[in-house]
């Protein structure tokens, strides 16, 4: 046996000189100095006591280095998990506490805040910041660029990725090496990648977009990347005369499209342009088509599944579908009540199966099994419908869930902060249409009768207790919440109501 996912990685990279990283300020990093830095910190993680199967939480800046370590943890047979770099320290205790990592990584400017919540679980904890600073990347400096890689087998956990819900708190998902091989060299294939491509990338790497699809793609078929610490419009507007693919969120498209340095003549040399995580508007996908030439290809997945669907590289983009399911995966639609299956153009339930579906959640096995239907189909969430054509359109979702820019918020989390504000007697928390994110977080709360808190005090008593996506973007104050006869708070009259708030 060897270590299924990063064997794989070897296998596929045919020339280690080729680049793999450059980076803005004009660094480069080949596949031999990948394998080379990757083998030195996965000595200095096992040296650390980190054993196969052991959680490695990870919370720093994005940089080469985070890929350092998340191919480290992989080749060191440790669980992979990264942590979003806007998460308070409330919200770390949470992970953590239900991680029980043996060792975190964080940037050195948290380091005092997270010794007292390492120090619960015993767990080692070490810095990395964006320069190469921080104690782990002084000691994989001097450690030893040999190392045996740990065998791991395709069902064994390569990563946890915490993803929401609409009720509680979030919910581990546990994905193995071959959730993550399998579906990135379907996605390779499917999107014609080869080490020719320069894919421009832009997305956060704690996200399953910006690290299992596009960073796994790239290593699976010895591309390269132009790595940009964040999204600007302008600098990655900029590379597209040395870049052939772009992957990014909604988002990115409609910003682009502000810039009048966008024409068919700047995308000239691109040969694929890609958009997930949320809903991309009809209306983009024309506007994006008429500026330069090139129909954006849509797809849908999720932490729990990594990629279900994707539109051609050959063939019909049809705005506002997700396209087709991938080779090998299972896509159906099922009545949300009786389960039954639905025929085509009925909406139901989206449901799939294939060797993408993740393992389950962390610790919550009454939870994993309400999920998955008994012949192994797994419960997306997610209202939709499959077309005469065969391609899948995503309607809405069962729940609550709101996607902005492409960072999932589930309303149960953000109305529990609220309503623990002295003045609040309760809160209503709604995603609306969002032109530049998608969908933006909105409070609709109610006082108590003898308070006169503002919305003003609301947000300032949010700031630093949840990520700045979380927050709500505009607060209202309503005297009662409506609700059906069974007392359920209507969540889609506000919806209605609110709609265009953000417009």
């Known amino acids: 046996m060897t270590n299924h996912l990063f064997g794989l990685v070897r296998s596929k990279i045919s020339d280690p000189s080729h680049l ?28 650390l006591g980190v054993k196969p199967g052991d959680r490695v939480a990870v919370q720093i800046e994005k940089s080469p280095a985070c890929l350092f370590i998340y191919l480290a943890c992989i080749r060191a047979g440790a669980v992979f998990l990264p942590l979003n770099t806007a998460y308070t320290l409330n919200e770390l205790d949470y992970f953590i506490t239900d991680a029980e990592p ?3 990584i964080c940037d050195p400017a948290r380091l005092e805040g997270l010794m007292p919540i390492a120090a619960r679980f015993s767990a080692k904890i070490e810095t990395c910041g964006t320069a190469y600073d921080g104690s782990l990347p002084q000691k994989a400096a001097v450690a030893s660029a040999d190392f045996h890689d740990v065998m791991r087998g395709p069902d064994d956990l390569a990563a946890i990725l915490y993803t929401s819900g609409t009720t509680g708190r979030s919910k581990g998902a546990m994905l193995s ?18 080490a020719q491509d320069v894919l421009i990338h832009a997305l956060p790497v704690y996200h399953t977009h910006g690290l299992f699809v596009a960073t796994n793609v790239v290593l699976m078929s010895g591309a390269s990347m132009l790595f940009h610490p964040k999204f600007d419009a302008k600098a990655v507007l900029s590379d597209f005369d040395r870049a052939s693919v772009v992957m990014g969120v909604p988002t990115f498209y409609t910003r682009l499209l502000n810039e009048p340095g966008l024409t068919a003549a700047a995308a000239k040399h691109m040969r694929l342009f890609i958009s997930g995580s949320a809903p991309l508007l009809a209306e983009t996908h024309r506007e994006w088509s008429a500026k330069t030439g090139h129909a954006i290809l849509e797809r849908y997945g999720m932490t729990e599944t990594n990629m279900n669907t994707s539109n051609p590289y050959s063939g019909d983009r049809v705005p506002g579908a997700v396209g087709l399911p991938l080779p090998g995966i299972e896509i159906r639609i099922a009545d949300p009540e009786s389960g039954a299956v639905l025929p085509h153009d009925d909406i139901g339930m989206i449901e799939v199966k294939g060797p993408n579906v993740f393992k389950g959640y962390w610790k919550m096995p009454e939870k994993t099994a309400a999920e998955f239907k008994s012949d192994g189909f797994f419960i997306t969430g997610d209202l939709g419908k499959i077309d005469h054509t065969g391609y899948v359109h995503i309607v809405g979702r069962g729940k609550d869930l709101i996607i902005s820019g492409g960072f999932n918020v589930y309303p149960k989390e953000v109305e529990n902060e609220i309503d623990a504000i002295p003045g609040v007697y309760e809160s209503a928390v709604i995603g609306v249409p969002h032109a530049d994110f998608g969908e933006g977080v909105v409070a609709v709360i109610v006082r108590e ?55």
């Open 20 to 47: 793999f990283i450059t980076r803005p300020n004009g660094d480069a990093i080949t596949y031999a100095a990948l394998f080379e830095q990757t083998a030195r910190y996965a000595n200095v993680i096992a040296a």
């Open 102 to 104: 043996a060792l975190i």
């Open 177 to 194: 090496h071959d959730n993550l091989a399998s579906n990135a060299l379907t996605l390779s294939e499917m999107w014609k990648f080869s």
């Open 449 to 503: 009768s003898s308070s006169n808190l503002s919305t003003a005090d609301i947000a300032a008593a949010l700031d630093g207790r949840l990520a700045k996506f979380k927050l709500p973007k505009r607060v209202f104050v309503v005297d009662e919440l409506p609700r059906n006869v069974m007392g359920k708070v209507q969540k889609q009259v506000l919806r209605d109501q609110y709609k265009s708030v953000l417009a």
